[in-house]
């Protein structure tokens, strides 16, 4: 078994030494999703035919949130990223009505970007929670994980969406 | 059906004016969870022998979080917290080993503190990835919802776990 | 004349205490512009009709920093804010395109939000500033300044829009 | 005409990616003002010759919102900045009092620092205001501008002072 | 022996509720220090005479760090402070200097800012080193305390200053 | 006498350019300590047999502030770390206990990482006493110092641990 990395030889958290880490090109994409009622998928999407809507506040919440993942994961280096992109996607099943989030993060650095796109991800279902949560507290948001990742030395993960 | 909340006359949105809302005690429960391979378990688990373990280091990312989430979470109101408290139990089913995270907020406040404890659960679930990812990217945060709310005007809401 | 309130006997800055001031209802209202080109005018006007738009983004940046104020002005008090509302006004003159931006902020508080109101305009107007400035960096952040303020003991301040 | 880049192919928008653009040095100039009354002026300079007075604070405040730049401004992407200075000069016009502020940020990075000075410029007009707010609402914050830009592809930028 | 407080049932840190707590008017004193030698004290005190100085700068980050001390300090409850000042005094003793640093904090609010006083302080006096390790990097941080403590529950708490 | 560099020509601060400067792998390392009485030195080590414990959250508060140092010192450039680690030492003298903490950081870039080793020191003491002031608020906070650096062209610093 592979060793925890995070932990210094008094047994206690610490951030991991990169500094002889070589800088590449790295990308991430992380997907979330979150389950709402019919009233609320309306809501959603037939605001989006005016100037503002709940989706185009959760796409700024999670870019602002990938630039902060730093400050808010204890162990995570700072990385300048260089580039962040949500697409959202709806799907209905069994009457009810899932918005799936895809968060791609790219940076150039010494060590990769899953927690920005993760951390992203997250964000982004919580602020549509939080605009919505006036019609109904029982949304749910679905399953997040990490679907891709490339750069760096580990080499390249990738996993299909989870059902 | 009711109308969204954060939205101005514009069709813009909004942080939901509260100025004339009463305070009171309120109090939010959230739940998510992350499900690692037996490894991970393994390390987590004989590591909370030692001095520092990877819970520990969660249990203060949610709890910052519950304080950062105003700023996270864009049209969320700053409220100040008043005790935030985060249960984690272990959940083995078959063969792979789901981490239950529960997270507490309470507060005396104009509004409620849902999104604190959702955004704690959340940044909980993140950080336990930060620090096992080397070990397995293929982790999936769980299901994030809220389980309880008490306080304010609207009355209380209560569901149970997620399966 | 009256005295500066910011400095202590010894000449330096200090956040002056308010500790004894009542809570009240307070209220501010503040405006920016920034003048663009017509390509700029019509690139943003036209994307109104998407999903996405520039001033969509504005808006989140502005309500955002409202709630930050008090980390970036050393002097000023954290207040918990409990409502803001943005809106934009389009004026042509002289084939150049005028975005009026007005604040509105409100809180229950000890201290008044004149500087929450002021703060969000700028940044609202910086931030399509930085969304359009691959376009033109010639464009001009206009006169920012406060046209309302109520609530407190000074009483309440009123001015017309500046041409 | 050239076409907005911050926006992804679903009309939302991202953080562009600047992955391979090369680094190379860069400086941005911006200009802000505050205008005030006698009283104020006369507190402000007088106060220089003692140990604390307004500019300084104003300086500090500036610089810090120059750092913090990409955590306002949502597309902005994050820059590790290399140096920032401050200028400030007074000019009498119609007995009223200008104060002109001159921002000079510079770095060696993949992207520009035009929206770090114009928001440092800013955010030090700002401070100025919350400073002398008690002795008069009516300060007006002037025009907002880049007064020059060099380093990248897109080539230099120039313009002279607005009247 | 009284019990550690800010540990749940399952051993692991929570923000202790208090909830139920009543506001009161509230008030702490700290006090830290920095030795330097002969030529940066020559330096921050000449310059005192000019219109930036070292002080004026450790000033603000002094002041701007209370407010951020919830954001640093993982169990400390967020607490709207309402007054902040910060003295300075120069001893000099067997040809080293030593600058004294006391900073009041004030809040009416259900705990105590003994930690907002305290960081400051701390702050405060990293600042002046930040600012003068240019000419030593040897200067000292001295001993950091409370001094004095009122309002709330537990009643007062004086210390006189340590040699 | 060396001259002060934080100061432009009009006697203000600045951050001081560092455009040109190369970039080299850079450690620095800071001590603090924490002085406490025998119910508390009792508490904190027989609870570090549980899961959790003081140390491991005034570790992570420790690691976190390292990477916030740019936002707390005004005139301190941000530097993207790369390596933090933090060590405890009991040190039982006169029938008082000491806590010694040290702190390692590391980077690659083009100044120095002092001020975050520095930083990190004193937030972890201070969270420490945070986290044990239910029980005695005369604890004190020790010298806070570098002890080590190297990289960079001033050369490298060593000192030993004042007593």
Same mark, same amino acid.
């Given at each position: 078994?592979?060793?925890?990395?995070?932990?210094?030889?008094q047994?206690?958290?610490?951030?991991?030494?990169?500094?002889?880490?070589?800088?590449?090109s790295?990308?991430?994409?992380?997907?979330?999703?979150i389950?709402?009622?019919?009233?609320?998928?309306?809501?959603?999407?037939?605001?989006?035919?005016?100037?503002?809507?709940?989706?185009a506040?959760?796409?700024?919440?999670?870019?602002?949130?990938?630039?902060?993942t730093?400050?808010?994961?204890?162990?995570c280096?700072p990385?300048?990223?260089?580039?962040?992109?949500?697409?959202f996607?709806?799907?209905?099943k069994?009457?009810?009505?899932?918005? +799936?989030?895809?968060v @791609?993060? %790219?940076?150039? #650095?010494? =060590? $990769?970007?899953?927690m920005?796109?993760?951390?992203?991800?997250?964000v982004?279902?919580?602020?549509?929670?939080?605009?919505?949560?006036?019609?109904?507290?029982?949304?749910?948001?679905? +399953?997040?994980?990490? @679907?891709? %990742?490339?750069? #760096?030395? =580990? $080499?390249?993960?990738?996993?299909?969406?989870i059902?």
């Amino acid at each position: 078994m592979s060793e925890f990395t995070h932990f210094n030889h008094q047994g206690r958290a610490k951030m991991v030494d990169i500094t002889t880490k070589e800088e590449s090109s790295r990308c991430a994409i992380a997907q979330s999703s979150i389950t709402v009622n019919q009233a609320i998928y309306e809501g959603i999407t037939s605001n989006q035919m005016k100037k503002g809507d709940v989706l185009a506040v959760a796409q700024v919440a999670g870019i602002m949130a990938a630039k902060q993942t730093s400050n808010m994961i204890p162990m995570c280096h700072p990385i300048p990223i260089s580039g962040v992109d949500i697409q959202f996607e709806w799907i209905e099943k069994n009457s009810s009505f899932q918005l +799936q989030i895809q968060v @791609t993060v %790219k940076t150039k #650095g010494s =060590t $990769g970007v899953e927690m920005e796109a993760l951390t992203a991800a997250s964000v982004c279902a919580l602020t549509i929670y939080d605009m919505c949560k006036a019609l109904d507290k029982g949304m749910v948001i679905g +399953q997040t994980y990490l @679907t891709h %990742k490339s750069g #760096g030395k =580990t $080499g390249d993960f990738d996993r299909s969406s989870i059902d």
